[in-house]
């Protein structure tokens, strides 16, 4: 089993950037496909990205490609969503989620844990 703790989100004027972070507890993190998902108040969660086990094979969702860059730290047991040219439709709750398997996932059900979540708010 794996627990999950997000950090990073916040405030920011649109334009800005930020670095979410999610911490995961065991010593199997680099053996789990993680994925970052978020959910904006009255909308369904959705897929923003997601990582194989290695890092080597990434998805994005078409509208952040360019903009989010998913990596992870499997020494720090660490995951990793780099947010940039953050637009007022960014606001949400990201969560991240890991998966046990080695390749990468875009749907929620596929994904066996998840974390609690940390809030984006980006003004206009």
């Known amino acids: 089993q794996v627990q999950l703790a997000e950090s990073g989100g916040g405030l920011v004027q649109a334009g800005g950037s930020l670095r979410l972070s999610c911490a995961a507890s065991?010593?199997?993190?680099?053996?789990?496909?993680m994925g970052w998902f978020r959910q904006a108040p009255g909308k369904e969660r959705e897929f923003v990205a997601a990582?194989?086990?290695?890092?080597?094979?990434?998805e994005y969702l078409d509208s952040v490609k360019g903009r989010f860059t998913i990596s992870r730290d499997n020494a720090k047991n660490t995951l990793y969503l780099q947010v940039n040219s953050l637009q007022p439709e960014d606001t949400a709750v990201y969560y991240c989620a890991a998966r046990r398997s080695m390749a990468p996932a875009t749907e929620r059900y596929e994904y066996d844990y998840w974390g609690q979540g940390t809030q984006v708010i980006v003004s206009s």
């Open positions: 065991g010593r199997t993190f680099g053996r789990y496909a």
């Open positions: 990582i194989s086990w290695s890092g080597g094979r990434t």
